[in-house]
Nanobody, 119 residues
């Protein structure tokens, strides 16, 4: 079983920056990738960014390319999301997630944290 603990959310003004962190504990050796998702108010949850455990390749949603950067600690169990040039439309609940090896999709989720960007 895996636990994902997120930190770093809060409020910021447009144009500002924020870094989110997610630390995994438990059976973390068998994950394929870790990712960040978000759910804006009144909308469905959407993909933001991901990073593979092996090789560290990354993937981003078009809406955040060039502004957000996902990275990981060398222990591979902590991932970060550096968010720059934040916009009001980035306001959402952000979730960390883990895609386990052999699974079709992300199966472990953090509790979510609010990020609010004011104009």
């Amino acid at each position: 079983q895996v636990q994902l603990i997120e930190s770093g959310g809060g409020a910021v003004q447009a144009g500002g920056s924020m870094r989110l962190s997610c630390t995994a504990s438990g059976r973390t050796f068998s994950y394929y990738a870790m990712g960040w998702f978000r759910q804006p108010p009144g909308k469905d949850r959407e993909f933001v960014a991901s990073i593979r455990r092996s090789g560290g390749s990354t993937n981003y949603a078009d809406s955040v390319k060039g502004r957000f950067a996902i990275s990981r600690h060398r222990n591979l169990d902590t991932v970060y999301l550096q968010m720059n040039d934040l916009r009001p439309e980035d306001t959402a609940v952000y979730y960390c997630a883990m895609h386990h090896v052999g699974a079709e999709s992300y199966g472990s989720w953090g509790q979510g944290m609010q990020v609010t960007v004011s104009s």
